[in-house]
């Protein structure tokens, strides 16, 4: 009996539809010849579910996500639906999708490619290989907010001129169970996990340094390392190669991954992962937008979404060959030359080839 899995594909907007079907005609094939059935299950969100039902997250869209094994997601958002208000706008769908599927953890691997280190603005960025785990629901930007007016009255004074708060907040329960995630891959990994925080000033940080020693013990072949969210912003540019997995709160992941997907030189390269509960279905993206600029160009690199393809069956199907052979196409593909328009500028080089979604899309299925 051939396994069977089902995956939600939301398209979105843009460059959406054309990487995502990329990734999918990838998977099909890495599967072809394995004990393997994908059903794919196709659903609206973003821009494109405004424009047909007037919402940006119907909820045929979160059931049926709800219902499928993994859900892959291209990209929402575009200049078509930028003056409408934040809470009705396409990129509202991300939040509803992830707090819908209850998804905890972004998963965000970082790796420079041996032939596109030209493309990374470091200089010598070495062997770079690592992954960002960051708190995807909690923290500062779920937690109580407000403006105190002129005039109200506080427990210590009548407030002069506005006052605006936001408060991070977290319990031990979310801190330990990203934790967990993290500690978990580095045993598959080269076994360190950084801990980035800012406990020297943060409660908040300081649970998270205590519960991560805490953890350790239950890893001992895990080396736990503890820096301050500015130092550790430094050391991603001086010693990014020193990194196995890094874990950190919801506001510090943001900023950092998007520090880190820039030292891998193109933001078409790469994917990543959200996860909740096990047995819940994970989402996987790559971490660009939609790139309205060039969508419907044949120009959009589709190796973020393929390579998040690899990540679904891997985290959530534990299918490590067939991850493993993907990302193996994809490197052969590179190493062939092949590259799409965001990676050609760099390292002007006689032995690259520009091409277009589609070729580099059957040049990754041909190299499976
Ligand atoms: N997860 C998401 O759905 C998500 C994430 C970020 C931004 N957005 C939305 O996407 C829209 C555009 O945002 P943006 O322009 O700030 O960011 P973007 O990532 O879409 O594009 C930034 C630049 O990178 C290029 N680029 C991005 N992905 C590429 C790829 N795969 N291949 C080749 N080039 C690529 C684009 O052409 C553009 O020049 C906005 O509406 C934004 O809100 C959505």
């Keep these: 009996m051939p396994k069977k899995y089902n995956i939600a594909v939301i398209p979105g907007d843009g460059i959406g539809p054309e990487i995502t079907s990329a990734a999918i005609e990838v998977l099909e094939a890495a599967v072809a010849k394995k004990e393997i059935e994908i059903f794919t299950k196709e659903l609206k969100a ?24 993994a859900v892959l997601l291209g990209a929402v958002g575009g200049p078509k639906w930028d003056d409408m208000e934040p809470e009705v706008r396409p990129e509202r769908a991300l939040l509803g999708l992830r707090s819908g599927l209850g998804l905890y953890a972004n998963i965000r691997p970082v790796k420079v490619y041996d032939q596109l280190k030209d493309a990374s603005p470091l200089k010598n960025p070495g062997n770079i290989d690592f992954i960002i785990v960051r708190e995807l629901t909690g923290g500062i930007y779920f937690g109580k907010n407000g403006v105190y007016q002129s005039g109200d009255r506080l427990p210590d ?43 020297n000033v943060l409660t908040t940080s300081r649970m998270w340094r205590t519960l991560a020693s805490q953890m350790s013990f239950d890893f001992p072949e895990v080396e736990l390392e503890c820096l301050y969210i500015d130092n550790a912003a430094m050391q991603l540019i001086s010693r990014p190669s020193s990194f196995d997995v890094i874990v950190t709160s919801n506001l510090f992941g943001d900023i950092l991954s998007d520090e880190a997907g820039q030292i891998a030189g193109s933001i078409g390269m790469l994917p990543s992962a959200s996860i909740g509960t096990p047995g819940t279905p994970g989402l996987f993206e ?19 979404a393929i390579l998040s393809a690899a990540m679904m069956m891997r985290i959530m199907f534990n299918e490590e060959e067939i991850a493993s052979d993907i990302e193996e196409a994809v490197r052969k593909t590179l190493e062939s030359g092949l590259r799409t328009s965001d990676i050609t500028f760099i390292g002007e080089n006689n032995n690259v080839t520009l091409v277009g979604t589609t070729e580099i899309t059957k040049a990754v299925i041909e190299n499976l």
């Design 286 to 304: 790559p971490i660009h937008g939609s790139a309205p600029d060039i969508a419907g160009q044949n120009k959009a690199n589709p190796l973020g």
């Design 157 to 199: 004074g009548t407030v002069k001129g506005k006052i605006a708060f936001d408060t991070e907040s977290y319990s031990e329960g979310e801190i330990n169970r990203i934790l967990k995630i993290a500690f978990e891959l580095a045993m598959k990994r080269r076994r360190k996990v950084t801990l980035v925080d800012k406990a």
């Design 46 to 69: 973003g821009g494109a579910a405004i424009d047909l039902y007037g919402i940006p997250l119907p909820q045929e869209t979160i059931a049926a996500a709800k219902d499928s094994d």
